[in-house]
């Protein structure tokens, strides 16, 4: 989508706050021994609080209203029996749609109490970091591939890899749709760049060794190969002249 028109922002930041709004209270209602079904009934009841509908469902019958991955599961995990466990490392992803607008965000938490694990703590505080860099390539005129280049030489510096088939991509009208496959690691030949108002997401895939997402068997959730931790962080921006604007704020 490119934005236009004021009333298309408005509309894009109603439905990007809501479903922050939903990620912050699904994190801080988190607790051992709830299940991940119980986590995104929280999701499902907040999104309907507002009137926004699971974009997963509606797009893609999902069989879920939010993704919830656990420990070895990446993305796409279906909610369900899975009971959270001191420790958990649990993503979070959470895109809706109201009004005709969309909005897509993300993010990996670690349960507490889980022990002292400082990879882990240190994993998810540069994975956070990575998605803050990638945003800082977005804006008119630049390269799309800037945003992987950057991403890929902070990941890099600090002896981490990248899952390298989870790509960025446009949203607004849709929850997926063009730019496709913007590269969240260092890709050659892409040639596209940014223009003014395009809204895309910024979410890159950091692990401690992790290279691929491959299916898990249920037809939905996505495990790292080979295995090894990953988190995601992920906001969906729109591009200005002066950089990118973040859509999907708490508020």
Known sequence: MTVTRQQELDGLRAIGRIVANTLQAMAGAMEPGMTTRELDAIGRALLDREGAIPAPETSYGFP????????????????????LAPGDLVNIDVSAHRDGFYADTGASFRLRPGGDAPALDRLCRDGRK???IGIAQVGSDRPLAGIGQAIGRFASARGY???RNLASHGVGRALHEPPETVATWPSRGD???IHRGLVLTVEP?????????VEGGDGWTLRSDPPA?????EHTVVATDRGAVILTLPG
């Open 64 to 83: 879920g209203a939010t993704c919830i991955s656990v420990n070895e599961e990446i993305a796409h995990g279906i909610p369900g029996a899975r009971v």
């Open 130 to 132: 990575a998605m803050q």
């Open 161 to 163: 890899t990248l899952i």
């Open 191 to 193: 040639r596209r760049r």
């Open 205 to 213: 895939f950091l692990s401690l060794g992790g290279r691929q997402a």
């Open 229 to 233: 931790p990953v988190v995601q962080y």
